[in-house]
């Protein structure tokens, strides 16, 4: 077993060689869930790319090693402690014990989705194929945020890797993560938005979606370009770089749940708002677009806007400092009763702007709550109401 700890990135590589049995094993899981991953690569829809993969399968069935694959396993702080002080020891009897252990949540196979398919293929043909032996290659890190750092940077895959691919790798470990640490939140496998019963309930792939916003500072992240997003991929390595944007992300899903909370129950005249994008406070952040608005606005101004860098002293500062102005904010909504939260919010203003665009809603829904969250940030909270967003937001 050979262990080496990168000291950029806070994570530890360790090569190890197993029976393709033992290795099947242990990301029996995470092939399931990622299996169509691979499949999605164009070059794989070529006739030649079906050859080679063909050709692979008939080489393992003769006995050929494969390079290694790569595994990423997110162990969580006190594992990772273990494995810091088996490392100063050198001593690593335990170490196949955390893996064999860690939960089927946290792996991800990082590169050897298309080998280990072949594997399986070759073992339809050949049982001895379970007893031949394959290296594997340890990503074990404390968190999500140091797997994606070392993704984004150290990938050295043949076919370039999107953004939505490296996210979809680690969807399972990320959702594991946040539900984990983010209290009072609940994610759904299906969308489902209209029968939300309780405030923090959404969509699981929706919620990842706002962590590439959080993370690339963009309303809206066009997630399936592999050349276009290559300015997308630079601000996400600017934000993941310190080793802080899981953290900071879960921070604010919190403050987000708790606006959902303190706005959840409200409910207005059905003949009123019968024909109307919203129509009660649970309707508010049910809606994708206005989360999305949300959570860039509260990233631009802490990382900056895209292409901006900002120390990682001045963005804690500026942390510090929203989270104080939303604990207020959130004081004083407490204080008002429905009748007054519905007026403070204006749903009328608010839903007249709905109605503006016929073409590219969605599009215009985000940019329209950016602007408006940007500006109840830019004016400190201290709106009587927020008529003034909606209107800076709707003229923009």
Not at 58 to 75: E, Q
Not at 147 to 173: A, C, D, F, H, S
Not at 178 to 192: A, F, I, K, Q
Not at 201 to 230: C, N, S
């Amino acid at each position: 077993m050979d262990v080496l700890k990168d000291l950029r990135v806070d994570c530890f590589s360790l090569m190890k060689t197993y029976q393709i049995k033992e290795y099947l094993g242990i990301i029996e899981t995470a092939y399931k869930q990622k299996g169509n991953i691979e499949g999605q690569r164009v070059a794989l829809k070529t006739k030649s790319a079906i050859t080679i993969r063909n050709r692979m399968k008939s080489d393992i069935v003769r006995g050929t090693i494969l390079p290694p694959v790569v595994v990423g396993i997110v162990v969580g702080e006190d594992g990772f402690n273990r494995i810091e002080k088996m490392h100063e020891a050198r001593d690593y009897a335990e170490l196949e014990e955390i893996i064999n252990a860690a939960d089927s949540n946290t792996i991800s196979i990082i590169d050897g989705m298309q080998r280990t398919t072949s594997i399986m293929e070759a073992i339809n043909e050949s049982q001895a194929v379970l007893e031949r032996e394959i290296r594997v290659e340890f990503w074990i890190t404390k968190n999500v945020n140091s797997l994606l750092y070392r993704m984004l940077i150290l990938n050295t895959g043949q076919v370039p890797w999107n953004l939505k691919r490296q996210i979809e790798v680690v969807y399972n470990p990320l959702i594991k993560e946040l539900t984990d640490n983010v209290e009072s939140m609940t994610l759904w496998s299906v969308e489902n938005p209209s029968n939300r019963t309780s405030f923090g309930e959404y969509q699981a792939e929706k919620i990842v979606e706002l962590f590439l916003v959080f993370g690339t500072r963009e309303v809206k992240v066009d997630t399936k370009g592999a050349l276009a997003d290559e300015f997308t991929k630079l601000d996400f390595i600017g934000v993941t770089s310190e080793n802080q944007l899981n953290e900071l992300f879960m921070r604010f899903l919190e403050i987000m749940i708790k606006f959902d909370e303190i706005v959840f129950e409200l409910t207005l005249d059905p003949d009123v708002v019968e024909d109307e994008k919203f129509k009660s406070g649970k309707d508010l952040f049910g809606s994708q677009t206005l989360k999305a608005g949300f959570m860039a606005a509260i990233a631009q101004y802490i990382f900056g806007i895209p292409g901006e860098e900002y120390s990682k002293e001045k963005q804690n500062e500026k942390v510090a400092y929203l989270m104080d102005l939303f604990e207020h904010y959130f004081e004083k909504l407490k204080e008002k009763n429905d009748e007054e939260l519905i007026e403070y919010l204006d749903f009328i203003t608010l839903n007249e702007y709905m109605k503006t665009v016929n073409r590219g809603i969605g599009d215009f829904e985000r940019k329209f709550f950016n602007k408006a969250f940007e500006t109840l940030i830019d004016k400190k909270f201290e709106l009587e109401n927020l008529t003034p967003c909606w209107r800076a937001a709707g003229s923009k």
